[in-house]
């Protein structure tokens, strides 16, 4: 008695996320396990559908099924259109439906990430159906050429079919360089086939990020797949989803799900702000005055370093005084130094930072240092207690 469901959608990336689709998946398989210990579903079919960091609406044949996480026993067999719909991303499928029959539940399950894009995105869909009886178990992906594992053996290369693998409950791992590795729970019937539908997320950025060579602020993105790189407005939204759903990680600091970068610069020369919106003209720069932490996107075709395009975007940012400079307040003798609202012993005490602790410079005055203490507060320290640093 197994049903095809998923338990997982593995992202190396959050543990909890993969703690609570394994708790869900276990549900899953109470839950038609029951079904068919109560004697089957009367020739109807199963579907469970589940939506990873968002929730969903599902739309059975254009009508309204519930939200996910959803599961019913009560699908019409054959032929069915399936829509997940969220507030900004919509994934469609068709998918053949068998009947239940009294000892055996042939369910489809169908996990998504609806991301951003259809680049930026990425699913898995698992149905059985009797058209291939020689072949137990078929597995596509996109990208193509995506490496399968059986319980942790290598086993083939998508788009893979093999009749050798026998009824049991397995371990399905799919993974390709450069994509976000699948995991799931399948199980194999006796005279049917299993198919699997796999669509892998890009990575955006590098599991770890470090800056350029004689630049504390500008970090090195640069990628080699075209599939990313070809469009960097896409490709700044990809990361920004990435960065709030898996964590960004900095210099081998840990992952970080707040926003990472101030501001981007692409190797076409083009400057998003941190929200990933193209800035296109002086005045819109103007908002990034100040701003400290950048990333470079690049093609690793383009050789080491910034393309001349990107070379005179960081120019023009520098004009308009985007801050390459940072302050590390030096042993004061109390462990602190006093932050104040101008620049001079008559300014009033705003805030106090700590020694050793290093922050960004926004203007450099006689005798005085502005900083920018954190997103609400700015504010002098007396240049004689930092050491200033490009």
Excluded: H
Excluded at 4 to 10: A, D, L, Y
Excluded at 47 to 64: C, E, I, M, P, R
Aim: proline share 2%; no cysteine.
């Amino acid at each position: 008695m197994a049903v095809s469901t998923i338990r997982t959608n593995k992202n190396s990336f959050s543990t909890a996320l993969i703690y609570f689709l394994g708790i869900l998946g276990i549900a899953l398989i109470v839950f038609f396990a029951g079904g068919l210990i109560t004697g089957g579903f009367g020739g109807r079919a199963a579907l469970s559908v589940q939506v990873t960091n968002d929730t969903a609406q599902v739309l059975l044949n254009g009508k309204v099924l519930g939200d996910t996480p959803l599961e019913s026993k009560n699908v019409k067999s054959g032929t069915n259109t399936i829509i997940v719909k969220s507030d900004t991303q919509q994934y469609q499928t068709s998918i053949k439906f068998l009947p239940a029959k009294k000892d055996v539940s042939f369910a489809v399950g169908i996990v998504r990430d609806l991301g951003v894009s259809d680049l930026f995105s990425s699913g898995q869909e698992f149905w059985f159906d009797k058209g291939s009886p020689q072949d137990t178990l078929k597995i596509i992906s996109e990208p193509s050429g995506a490496t399968v594992y059986i319980d942790g053996s290598e086993i083939g290369k998508t788009p893979f079919s093999s009749s050798a693998i026998t009824t049991g409950d397995y371990e399905i791992k799919i993974a390709l360089a450069g994509y976000e590795t699948q995991i799931a729970r399948i199980s194999i019937q006796k005279g049917y086939t299993l198919n699997g539908s796999i669509k892998m997320f890009p990575y955006p950025i590098s599991p770890t990020v470090t800056a350029f060579e004689g630049s504390p602020n500008l970090y090195n993105g640069t990628l080699d797949n075209l599939n990313v790189t070809s469009d960097t407005q896409s490709w700044v939204k990809g990361l920004l989803y990435w960065n709030q759903t898996r964590g960004i990680n900095i210099d081998n600091v840990g992952l970080n799900k707040e926003k990472v970068f101030d501001y981007y610069i692409d190797y076409k020369g083009n400057i998003f702000d941190a929200d990933g919106t193209i800035l296109a003209t002086a005045q819109t720069l103007e908002k990034l005055k100040g701003a400290k932490r950048g990333l470079y996107l690049g093609r690793t075709s383009d050789g080491i370093g910034l393309t001349k395009e990107a070379k005179d975007a960081l120019e023009t940012l520098s004009q308009i005084g985007l801050s390459s400079k940072t302050a590390t307040v030096k042993d004061t003798g109390t462990g602190w130094l006093r932050v104040r609202s101008i620049g001079g012993l008559n300014g009033t005490e705003i805030a106090r930072v700590t020694s050793g602790a290093t922050y960004q410079v926004l203007e450099l005055g006689t005798g005085w240092v502005k900083i920018k203490v954190s997103d609400t507060i700015e504010g002098w320290v007396s240049a004689d207690y930092v050491t200033l640093s490009e």
